[in-house]
Antibody, heavy 121, light 112 residues
Framework: EVHLLESGGELVQPGGSLRLSCAAS????????MSWVRQAPGKGLEWVSV????????YYADSVKGRFTISRDNSKNTLYVQMDSLRAEDTAVYYC??????????????WGQGTLVTVSS | DIVMTQSPLSQPVTPGEPASISCRSS???????????LDWYLQKPGQSPQLLIY???NRASGVPDRFTGSGSGTEFTLKIRRVEAEDVGVYYC?????????FGQGTRLEIK
């Protein structure tokens, strides 16, 4: 059974940094791309970033480009996102999601339960 | 970026009655391989999103057959044959053709 467990969300001040993790199990982690998707309070879904199965390809939403860095450790079955220069508008629940294949496009077939990031002074 | 537009944004439905949600994309979602890269997700209250239908019309594992997806190009529809109480939540369409993937605004299905 596929299981994705995010962690690392907390209250952080504007301009601060945070690293989120997503521990994966139940599938061959390195064979699938992985994405981060966020949801601001009371709002819809916004895709944030994606990384291919090998880690060689990464893409970012314009809203986070240059501030967020996605990475993965296939030996630990774990996905990360390093978030720097955080802004109030980054406040959201962050979900990790498994892509349906090894690339950076396609269906998000499994989602974690999410972790809340709050950016506020 | 491809813009996804859903309608209606809210749909009250009587249990046992059908429901339909429309999703329109600003560009064709038809890939050269012949597939339209359009997915539907359901976010039930207090839960994370879950895949409902992929590639327009394929139900994800465990999804009841009362859910049906159709469409091609830029016009897509999700239909629920007979709504049940457990179907309440927000439905999102998402284009998976290009990066960045983009979602519709969401359609809130509620029981009358």
């Amino acid at each position: 059974e596929v299981h994705l467990l995010e962690s690392g969300g907390e209250l952080v001040q504007p301009g601060g940094s945070l690293r989120l993790s997503c521990a994966a199990s139940g599938f061959t982690f390195s064979s699938y791309g992985m994405s981060w998707v966020r949801q601001a309070p009371g709002k819809g879904l916004e895709w944030v970033s994606v990384i291919s199965g090998s880690g060689g390809d990464t893409y970012y939403a314009d809203s986070v480009k240059g501030r967020f860095t996605i990475s993965r450790d296939n030996s630990k079955n774990t996905l990360y996102v390093q978030m720097d220069s955080l802004r109030a508008e980054d406040t959201a629940v962050y979900y990790c999601a498994k892509q349906s294949d090894i690339g950076v496009t396609g269906t998000l077939d499994y989602w974690g339960q999410g972790t809340l990031v709050t950016v506020s002074s | 970026d491809i813009v996804m537009t859903q309608s209606p944004l809210s749909q009250p439905v009587t249990p046992g009655e059908p429901a339909s949600i429309s999703c329109r994309s600003s560009q064709s979602l038809l890939h050269g391989n012949g597939y339209n890269y359009l997915d539907w997700y359901l976010q039930k209250p207090g839960q994370s999103p879950q895949l409902l239908i992929y590639l327009v019309s394929n139900r994800a594992s465990g999804v009841p057959d009362r859910f049906t997806g159709s469409g091609s190009g830029t016009e897509f529809t999700l239909k629920i044959r007979r709504v049940e109480a457990e179907d309440v939540g927000v439905y999102y369409c998402m284009q998976a053709l290009q990066t960045p993937p983009t979602f519709g605004q969401g359609t809130r299905l509620e029981i009358k």
